[in-house]
């Protein structure tokens, strides 16, 4: 094995790039070299290498093409460079026929080099390989070379990632800067900004922490990893990996309601008679909600029974209060829910926070209203489709 193939596996383990990447950037560091000291103005250098020799062949490689026109030939003829046109052809409103004499050459000429050949090939016109290239062409093959391994680099980086958008991965915090903390993904580092952060959350440097891949975007510096801590597929990737009931399939996510570091519902369900899905949630003396809650920075977890008949599962969402009764409206997908005095606070919770989780849980909205209440105007409106707009805002109107 030659010393230049070694320097080319070599590059391909460091920087994780294919072979075939490397060698494609050498032939075209190499072409770039060429064309530098001995190409010609119409030639489309194209060099095929042999790492196991260090060998090259050089060829001009021209696409074959109908003969020209009387117009595009006095161009030619004139020594315009560059892409000529059928100026006839556009005058008449036609799409004009476009030649490039760099990338292309007419079939009389063509057959000239090659009697078989067609319209449509491809032309390999094989050129005198360099005995050895002058400094500039060697300092030209250096710099086309580095640049195009940082954008193999940058492009396979961009695509792993791409594929892992809208997934919950595991990172190393790396650093902070100002609000901003930036996360090592390993052959890349994301973007953990301020609105994605669950607040209060410290980011020590060296701790592993789960994050959502929200959005991988290209800039100019390269791949731009946009993470999240405040996303409701966390949740569920968490429980997904602390509870074996769930990642068998034996009890089922409905429905999530998150605010981030503070609260959130989980609507869970099974079919199965032998398994209690809040039993299987909850673990032995807590032990499996203690660790999603850990793994969430302390946010309080309520998970709730998920039940096909609304008025049980909205009753079920607004815990821990105890409902009195609910009273579905269907056209405007509304519930006027009816509680005792003493459950009233725990029902909308504090800065109705636990009205405001129900009703985004459940999708529906949500009135609440006392058992002893005189008039039917309700305590609390909560509805779903403002709170979800507004990031669960403030959107209870209480009464006196």
């Not at 590059?11 to 060429?34: H, P, Q, R």
């Amino acid at each position: 094995m030659s010393d230049i193939s070694n320097a080319m596996k070599q590059i391909c383990e460091e920087k994780g790039l294919s072979y075939e990447a490397v060698l494609e950037t050498v032939e075209s560091a190499l072409a770039a070299a060429y064309r530098k000291d001995f190409g010609e103005k119409n030639q489309n250098i194209k060099v095929e290498f042999d790492p196991e020799t260090g060998k090259s062949k050089v060829y001009d490689v021209k696409m074959v093409v109908e003969d020209l026109p009387e117009e595009m030939l006095e161009q030619l003829e004139n020594g315009e460079e560059g892409i000529v046109s059928d100026a006839a052809s556009e005058e008449e409103g036609e799409e004009g026929k476009k030649f490039n004499p760099k990338t292309e050459i007419q079939i009389k000429d063509a057959k000239l080099i090659k009697k078989t050949v067609k319209i449509d090939d491809e032309l390999r016109i094989k050129l005198e390989p360099p005995v050895a290239y002058g400094r500039m062409a060697a300092q030209t093959a250096k710099q086309v070379i580095i640049q195009r391994l940082r954008e193999a680099e940058r492009d396979m980086v961009f695509s792993e990632f791409k594929d892992k958008e809208n997934e919950v991965v595991t990172g190393v915090i790396q650093r902070r800067e100002g609000g901003v903390v930036f996360v090592d993904m390993g052959k890349a580092v994301g973007i953990l900004l301020p609105d994605e952060q669950i607040h209060g959350e410290r980011y020590n440097i060296g701790e592993r922490v789960k994050v959502y891949v929200k959005e991988v975007r290209l800039s100019s510096k390269g791949p731009e990893i946009i993470l999240s801590r405040t996303s409701d597929e966390i949740l569920k990737k968490v429980f997904y990996l602390e509870i074996p009931e769930i990642s068998n399939g034996l009890i089922e996510i409905k429905s999530v309601a998150r605010e981030a570091g503070h609260r959130s519902k989980v609507a869970v369900f099974t079919s199965s008679d032998k398994v209690d899905p809040i039993g299987s949630c909850v673990g032995q003396r807590g032990a499996r909600i203690q660790t999603i809650i850990q793994e969430l920075g302390g946010e309080k977890v309520d998970i709730i029974s998920y039940d096909d008949d609304a008025s049980r599962y909205i009753a079920n969402a607004l815990a821990p209060a105890k409902i009195s009764s609910v009273e579905l409206k269907e056209e405007d997908r509304r519930a006027v829910v009816k509680v005792a005095e003493d459950q009233l606070s725990l029902a909308i919770g504090k800065g109705g926070q636990n009205a405001r989780l129900a009703a985004h849980l459940t999708g529906w909205k949500i009135d609440i209203i006392t058992s002893g209440q005189a008039t039917q105007e309700p305590i609390a409106t909560v509805i779903e489709e403002e709170a979800a707009e507004e990031g669960f805002g403030e959107d209870i109107n209480e009464g006196e």
